[in-house]
């Protein structure tokens, strides 16, 4: 019997059924061989801190198949994870107690199980009386239940880090994170042998540093520290800052234009790592006495925010706002009406405008920069104006010659001043409309064939990463033109040494020509008479004189 679905038992615990020392089995045959005759008297087991059963495993040597543990017949077990990370909580603890000695560190690893098992968490403490913590999180954990812990174990800790596995933060925590440190901790682990260990790294939108073993980190005074990354906790908004405030710390009012100032230098900082935040974390970054405003307060901060610097067509940072489920607030729509965008009818058109906005910020305040894509404008019903981004504007110029009118069509252009180093928008939003066609009803792929075609002419002017964007989503509109049996047929596309062959198959041919009418222009022309006897009458037309 191996596990309880049949899945093979990789990891067990050496000595008895509640040890913490785990072990992964060597799965070659050769390696498991040397391992049994280094430690004969070894006995394994399914550990209770495994969320095992606690009986006696055997391991067995196999020579045409993985090698793995095995319980013993009629044995009854209902542990659910059996691979090699089954154990990582268990190995965490071994390389943190082991890096605290070499540190001359007073502390201790504690597992937590949160509900789905031992290995939910394991929590290092450090010191005697308030202690510095380090949460190292294994299971996915809500947004809301991390900050009640969060608010929970700040409370009890001079200084509090969390550091999550793949997968396990909610994207919430990670844009709390990111707001107030600027960057989130990451663990994973690497096997070798028959244990493994952990390597941790520091990560925000933008890049990450290098995974690095425990033993380069450091429990500092402000809290633990990974190599190649700088300490950015604002002032007066960390965890523990949040827990005093909720004992009874007043917050200090300021006037107007500092809170003006302040909430935009937070929102400008959420669209440079690319997070949308939610007004409390907003009130984190720019001041707990943006807190308590009310709805007609928040909108009138917000406009003047909107007000101050950027300057016409810039984007609108209040759009990065949302609520706990990712939608933009009700009260956005007011400010959007107030600077004079017009009023959203529907809290859908308000949703896709702000997800426009908030790209359009991205583009604008990230590193690097890039060109914005165009705001969706608003009909004067609130409604979201149809989009024509791919034909551009034509007017028609008539032509006076022999024979009546000629009507002929040409592209207006910005003047060139305007276009010194920004492409054509007209290029620029040709991604946007080959997205848009590949999602409307009704679909046109001749429609898209024709946008795609002016999409290879705007890759030759178009700078980067606007050339890289609209390569990806050309190739996506060409796997989806390729899979519809209404799509034209394409020609083959000739390979590059095909086209040149043909090329210089076709110069030689005009030069073989042009050769061949210079030959004939430096010829005489031939009487086709000469040498002809003249027929009676044509030539000379004097009567002959007979001789006498």
Same mark, same amino acid.
Not at 80 to 104: C, E, M, P, Q, V
Not at 232 to 254: F, I, K, L
Not at 422 to 442: H, M, N
């Given at each position: 019997?191996?596990?309880?679905?049949?899945?093979?038992?990789?990891?067990?615990?050496?000595?008895?059924?509640?040890?913490?020392?785990?072990?992964?089995?060597?799965?070659?045959? $050769?390696?498991?061989?040397?391992?049994?005759?280094?430690?004969?008297?070894?006995?394994?087991?399914?550990?209770?801190?495994?969320?095992?059963?606690? %009986?006696?495993?055997?391991?067995?040597?196999?020579?045409?198949?993985?090698?793995?543990?095995?319980?013993?017949?009629?044995?009854?077990?209902?542990?659910?994870?059996?691979?090699?990370?089954?154990?990582?909580?268990?190995?965490?603890?071994?390389?943190?107690?082991?890096?605290?000695?070499?540190?001359?560190?007073?502390?201790?690893?504690?597992?937590? %199980?949160?509900? +789905?098992?031992?290995?939910?968490?394991?929590?290092?403490?450090?010191?005697?009386?308030?202690?510095?913590?380090?949460?190292?999180?294994? +299971?996915?954990?809500?947004?809301?239940?991390?900050?009640?812990?969060?608010?929970?174990?700040?409370?009890?800790?001079?200084?509090?880090?969390?550091?999550?596995?793949?997968?396990?933060?909610?994207?919430?925590?990670?844009?709390?994170?990111?707001?107030?440190?600027?960057?989130?901790?990451?663990?994973?682990?690497?096997?070798?042998?028959?244990?493994?260990?952990?390597?941790?790294?520091?990560?925000?939108?933008?890049?990450?540093?290098?995974?690095?073993?425990?033993?380069?980190?450091?429990?500092?005074?402000?809290?633990?520290?990974?190599?190649?990354?700088?300490?950015?906790?604002?002032?007066?908004?960390? /965890?523990?800052?949040?827990?005093?405030?909720?004992?009874?710390?007043?917050?200090?009012?300021?006037?107007?234009?500092?809170?003006?100032?302040?909430?935009?230098?937070?929102?400008?900082?959420?669209?440079?790592?690319?997070?949308?935040?939610?007004?409390?974390?907003?009130?984190?970054?720019?001041?707990?006495?943006?807190?308590? =405003?009310?709805? @007609?307060?928040?909108?009138?901060?917000?406009?003047?925010?909107?007000?101050?610097?950027?300057?016409?067509?810039?984007?609108?940072?209040?759009?990065?706002?949302?609520?706990?489920?990712?939608?933009?607030?009700?009260?956005?729509?007011?400010?959007?009406?107030?600077?004079?965008?017009?009023?959203?009818?529907?809290?859908?058109?308000?949703?896709?405008?702000?997800?426009?906005?908030? $790209?359009?910020?991205?583009?604008?305040?990230?590193?690097?920069?890039?060109?914005?894509?165009?705001?969706?404008?608003?009909?004067?019903?609130?409604?979201?104006?149809?989009?024509?981004?791919?034909?551009?504007?034509?007017?028609?110029?008539?032509?006076?010659?022999?024979?009546?009118?000629?009507?002929?069509?040409?592209?207006?252009?910005?003047?060139?001043?305007?276009? /010194?180093?920004? @492409?054509?928008?007209?290029?620029?939003?040709?991604?946007?409309?080959?997205?848009?066609?590949?999602?409307?009803?009704?679909?046109?792929? *001749?429609?898209?064939?024709? =946008?795609?075609?002016?999409?290879?002419?705007?890759?030759?002017?178009?700078?980067?990463?606007?050339?890289?964007?609209?390569?990806?989503?050309? /190739?996506?509109?060409?796997?989806?033109?390729?899979?519809?049996?209404?799509?034209?047929?394409?020609?083959? *596309?000739?390979?590059?040494?095909?086209?040149?062959?043909?090329?210089?198959?076709?110069?030689?041919?005009?030069?073989?020509?042009?050769?061949?009418?210079?030959?004939?222009?430096?010829?005489?022309?031939? %009487?086709?008479?000469?040498?002809?006897?003249?027929?009676?009458?044509?030539?000379?037309?004097?009567?002959?004189?007979?001789?006498?």
């Amino acid at each position: 019997m191996n596990g309880s679905d049949g899945r093979l038992v990789q990891t067990a615990v050496i000595g008895g059924p509640n040890s913490g020392r785990a072990i992964i089995l060597p799965a070659d045959a $050769d390696e498991l061989t040397r391992w049994r005759k280094r430690h004969p008297a070894y006995t394994y087991w399914c550990g209770t801190q495994l969320g095992g059963c606690g %009986n006696e495993l055997s391991d067995r040597l196999y020579r045409g198949k993985v090698c793995h543990f095995a319980h013993r017949p009629h044995t009854s077990c209902h542990r659910t994870a059996t691979g090699a990370a089954s154990a990582d909580h268990l190995f965490i603890k071994d390389d943190l107690a082991a890096w605290a000695g070499r540190n001359r560190l007073r502390g201790r690893a504690t597992a937590r %199980n949160l509900g +789905s098992g031992p290995g939910d968490a394991v929590d290092f403490r450090v010191g005697t009386a308030r202690q510095q913590h380090v949460r190292f999180q294994f +299971s996915r954990l809500p947004h809301a239940e991390w900050q009640q812990a969060r608010r929970r174990l700040a409370s009890e800790s001079s200084t509090l880090d969390w550091v999550f596995g793949s997968g396990t933060a909610q994207p919430e925590t990670m844009e709390e994170l990111y707001d107030e440190y600027g960057y989130l901790l990451r663990f994973r682990f690497e096997t070798q042998g028959a244990v493994r260990r952990i390597r941790l790294r520091a990560e925000d939108p933008r890049h990450s540093t290098d995974w690095v073993p425990l033993d380069t980190c450091a429990m500092t005074p402000p809290g633990f520290r990974i190599p190649g990354v700088e300490p950015r906790r604002r002032s007066g908004t960390g /965890a523990a800052d949040e827990a005093r405030a909720g004992r009874g710390a007043t917050p200090v009012w300021r006037s107007r234009e500092e809170q003006v100032l302040a909430l935009r230098e937070a929102l400008v900082t959420a669209a440079r790592f690319r997070t949308r935040p939610t007004w409390e974390a907003l009130a984190r970054t720019a001041g707990s006495d943006l807190l308590g =405003l009310s709805v @007609p307060d928040r909108v009138g901060l917000l406009v003047a925010v909107e007000r101050t610097g950027g300057g016409e067509g810039s984007p609108l940072l209040s759009a990065l706002i949302r609520t706990g489920e990712s939608d933009p607030p009700a009260y956005v729509g007011n400010v959007v009406a107030a600077v004079g965008c017009r009023a959203p009818a529907t809290a859908a058109v308000l949703k896709r405008w702000c997800q426009r906005e908030a $790209d359009r910020a991205f583009a604008v305040y990230g590193v690097p920069s890039r060109t914005a894509p165009p705001r969706m404008p608003l009909t004067a019903d609130g409604e979201l104006a149809p989009q024509h981004s791919a034909e551009p504007a034509q007017h028609q110029t008539i032509v006076h010659v022999q024979g009546g009118p000629v009507r002929q069509s040409t592209t207006r252009r910005k003047p060139d001043s305007q276009l /010194a180093g920004v @492409p054509l928008l007209r290029d620029t939003e040709i991604r946007y409309a080959l997205r848009s066609e590949r999602q409307r009803r009704g679909r046109r792929p *001749r429609y898209v064939a024709v =946008l795609m075609t002016r999409a290879e002419e705007a890759l030759t002017r178009l700078p980067e990463p606007q050339r890289t964007e609209l390569v990806a989503e050309m /190739a996506a509109t060409r796997r989806w033109l390729d899979s519809r049996p209404d799509t034209p047929a394409r020609k083959p *596309r000739k390979s590059r040494r095909a086209k040149k062959a043909g090329d210089a198959k076709r110069t030689a041919a005009a030069r073989k020509w042009d050769r061949v009418k210079k030959t004939q222009r430096g010829r005489k022309t031939k %009487n086709p008479l000469q040498g002809a006897r003249p027929l009676p009458g044509v030539g000379d037309a004097r009567p002959k004189t007979r001789p006498k």
